[in-house]
């Protein structure tokens, strides 16, 4: 366990609709990161937060959106939803802002369908 | 743009060595981490390199050349358990960290 929790495990919905993601770091970890992982793709980076502010962005769609609440949680919002988006979506946490040797924790995903 | 390359899949035979190379051509480099990840969970750290050399840990050794953009992960006496991918990932340093991961390695250790 690597005490990053993210909810829901599953979710299924329809193009067109907007759900939202919700990651929990680990304790004392202030950056939180969203990844995207499709099946024929890596994990492609989308979004990081450090201590509730946006420090650095990837290749994020701009139907989507994230952010980080004072209590450090993290949602991830997406919406007009597509069939290619559908993936398994991962939050990541680490200590910092991302000093170099920092490793990423990561919690088991939110696999989402859109069908 | 920023890029990383890994083989798609490699077999293996349980007790044996493999190498897995990882090669990247970025901009910002501060760091290269391999993380390991079995099929539907999450990825988990296994090294971390950010000078040139070899990084030895257990069973698992990591090498990097940054002035070649070339890193490899070294796993020995080879477990069915290591069945699973390994994904390169670089940290960059670009305005803010990030980092960007290799579309992953997937190894299947035979008996």
């Known amino acids: 366990d690597s005490g990053v929790t993210q909810t829901p495990k599953h979710l299924i919905t329809a193009t067109g609709q907007r759900v939202t993601l919700r990651c929990s770091p680990r304790s004392g970890d202030l950056s939180v990161y969203w990844y995207q992982q499709s099946l024929d793709q890596g994990l492609q980076f989308l979004i990081q937060?450090?201590?509730?502010?946006?420090?650095a962005k990837g290749n994020i769609l701009e139907r989507f959106s994230a952010q980080q609440f004072p209590d450090l949680h993290s949602e991830l919002n997406l919406s007009s939803l597509e069939l290619g988006d559908s993936a398994l979506y991962f939050c990541a946490s680490s200590v910092g802002a991302g000093a170099s040797n920092e490793k990423l924790f990561f919690g088991s995903g939110t696999q989402l369908s859109v069908l | 743009g920023q890029n990383i390359d890994q083989p798609t899949e490699m077999t293996a035979t349980e007790g044996a060595i493999v190498q897995i190379n990882c090669t990247y051509q970025?901009?910002?480099?501060?760091?290269l981490f391999w993380y390991q990840q079995h099929a539907g969970e999450a990825p988990t750290f296994l090294s971390y390199?950010?000078?040139?050399g070899l990084e030895e840990k257990g069973r698992f050794s990591s090498f990097l050349s940054r002035s070649k953009g070339y890193s490899y992960l070294l796993l020995k006496e080879l477990q069915m358990k290591d069945s699973a991918s390994y994904l390169c990932?670089?940290?960059?340093?670009?305005?803010?960290?990030?980092?960007?991961f290799g579309a992953g390695t997937r190894l299947f250790v035979k008996a």
């Open positions: 990932a670089v940290r960059l340093n670009t305005g803010g960290f990030k980092t960007i």
């Open positions: 937060y450090y201590n509730g502010e946006e420090r």
């Open positions: 970025t901009s910002g480099f501060n760091g």
């Open positions: 390199n950010v000078l040139d």
